[in-house]
C-alpha cells in the first residue's frame, strides 16, 4: 500500500508541552503535506514540504523531511487546547497527480 | 474567497434513491477531487478533475458519478447506494495538477455526512 503510516495513533499532552508525531510511506515522493481535521469535518492545510528540502517552518509547526528513511514529522510547539485534532499527512508519489493519506495521528491537548 | 462550499452538509437517503452533491469553489483552481472519509480513518481519494476533465477514478463502482460542468462545480450524483456508503464525503480544489507544479495544496470543503438506509 501506498499510504503512509502515522504514529502514534493517538497522543495527549498538557497545555504548553510540544507534540511530534511521524509519518513513514514507502514510495518516492514530490512532496509531502500535512493536513489537520477537527472533529470529522473539513481538513486545514498546514505546511507542504517538497522532495527536495529538509525543514521547514510555520509558526508553531516544524516539519522535517527526510527521503532517505522515508519519513516526515511534524513538531507542534507550545501546544494549546484548539490543538486538539487529528492530524494527517498526504504524501503524492512520483509519477502521479494524487494525494495519500495516512493513518492519522489524534491529538488531545489538556488544558 | 479562499473558500470551498459543499451542499448539503447532512444526507440521509435510501439505496434506491438519486441525490446529488455539490461542491463550488471561486479561487480558479483547475482541479478538483472527491474523497471519501469513513469515521477514524484517513481521506480516501474516489476522483479527479483536472480542467473539467475526469483524469484520475480510483476504482470506484458506478453508483457514484461525479461531474464537473465548469471549473467552478463539481457534482457527485449517487444512485442505488449501499448502506457501506454511508460516510462523509469531503470535496477539495487545488491550483493545478501537474507535476511541474510546486505548490499543490488542496483547500477542502467542509463535507456532506451521508447516510444510508
Known amino acids: 500500500s501506498q499510504q503512509g503510516e502515522e504514529d502514534p495513533q493517538a497522543l495527549s499532552i498538557q497545555e504548553g508541552e510540544n507534540a511530534t508525531m511521524n509519518c513513514s510511506y514507502k514510495t518516492s515522493i514530490n512532496n509531502l503535506q500535512w493536513y489537520r481535521q477537527n472533529s470529522g469535518r473539513g481538513l486545514v492545510h498546514l505546511i507542504l514540504?517538497?522532495?527536495?528540502?529538509r525543514e521547514k517552518h510555520s509558526g508553531r509547526l516544524r516539519v522535517t523531511l527526510d527521503t532517505s528513511k522515508k519519513s516526515s514529522s511534524l513538531l507542534i510547539t507550545a501546544s494549546r487546547a484548539a490543538d486538539t485534532a487529528s492530524y494527517f499527512c498526504a504524501i503524492e508519489s512520483s509519477g502521479t497527480y494524487k494525494y495519500i493519506f495516512g493513518t492519522g495521528t489524534r491529538l488531545k491537548v489538556l488544558a | 474567497d479562499t473558500e470551498v462550499t459543499q451542499t448539503p452538509k447532512h444526507l440521509v437517503m435510501g439505496m434506491t434513491n438519486k441525490k446529488s452533491l455539490k461542491c463550488e469553489q471561486h479561487?480558479?483552481?483547475?482541479?478538483m477531487y472527491w474523497y471519501k472519509q469513513k469515521a477514524k480513518k484517513p481521506p480516501e481519494l474516489m476522483f479527479v478533475y483536472s480542467y473539467e476533465k475526469l483524469s484520475i477514478n480510483e476504482s470506484v463502482p458506478s453508483r457514484f458519478s461525479p461531474e464537473c460542468p465548469n471549473s467552478s462545480l463539481l457534482n457527485l450524483h449517487l444512485h442505488a447506494l449501499q448502506p457501506e456508503d454511508s460516510a462523509l464525503y469531503l470535496c477539495?480544489?487545488?491550483?493545478?495538477?501537474?507535476?511541474?507544479?510546486?505548490?499543490?495544496?488542496?483547500?477542502f470543503g467542509p463535507g456532506t455526512r451521508l447516510t444510508v438506509l
Open positions: 514540504i517538497r522532495s527536495n528540502e
Open positions: 477539495a480544489s487545488s491550483q493545478v495538477v501537474n507535476r511541474q507544479a510546486s505548490y499543490n495544496e488542496q483547500f
Open positions: 479561487m480558479g483552481h483547475r482541479a
